[in-house]
């Protein structure tokens, strides 16, 4: 297996970030022909997703339906005032696993993989695995 | 890795079509005996989830709680009308992964695989990959 | 690909159970030490998450916002009664992924592994694919 570590700057309170085209670069520059990729996030309050990639829209709705139905200020128990980005995170997931074929990505026309800060900003990170 | 794409027709607006049989399938006609089973759905507007497949009224219940909590029409931005159906596939996720021995899915006796479809009736296509 | 079935019982109608510990001991006593470590749930009402193993709330907090936001009764065709619980597998995932680079898991420092039960207490177990 091939692992990757790539560090990544969020710069808002709650942003998608399209990691498409450096997850791209990874399975090119350590020819990967063919096998799996998985994209993992080690983190609590950000996941990995896929997506539209076409029209910036699609995610500022999708942010926008998480702001109403997650709310900010809940009754929570968790003292750190984030809760709302910690259940954001576990219906987001924390990878994606793609298949890879002729060393290329198989994503759909219209896919982009997006690294979810729901907790930002922050300095952040996630891992590109091939196998 | 063996990798299988599979083309197919969704009738409805929103359904889950049960996979489980042709996933099978592949494992045999494979000659797969140990491994990992990926299936992923390379739209933006379909998922892949993994539920119960005796009584089809828990997929009833679970598109209805969709159509219930994730609104049609709820001031989006995007222009396509479609953004609900973005936002149950984030919810959704594009890929299950399932573990093979002796040549068969490790899948439990309630559980289906489904082909989630959010904005059909469309030609879909998903991927099987065995590794 | 190694295999590991784990048996679990679960306590109450919905929890959160740490089985990161479980997992990691695995991942030591095959002597594993580097590829990717899936942990996948035969089940359709429990799932398997990852989020905060630190402070306890943040479980507490997710599940009181399942349970407002998926409500136990609410007109379901499903007639064993728990829906609610079928609806929340889906959301939370029948699978993670994980990375294992060195022997180790690729955790987050505060990422724990959780079986997430929603129709509990029953016998429930999970499986540990090692790639």
Redesign the interface.
Known sequence: ?I?NRINIRTEKKAEFIDITTTVKKIVVSENFA???C?V?????TAGI????AA?P??V???L??FEK??LHN?N?????GN?AA??K???????????V?DGKL??????GIYFCEYDGPRSRSY?I?L?
């Open positions: 297996m692992l063919e096998g799996l998985s993992f996030v080690p983190h609590t997703t896929i997506n539209e029209d829209d699609v500022k709705d999708i926008g339906h139905k997650v809940d929570y128990l968790h003292a750190e809760s910690h259940i995170a576990l219906i987001t997931g924390s990878s994606v696993t793609v298949p074929k198989v994503l759909g026309t219209w896919q891992f695995s196998i």
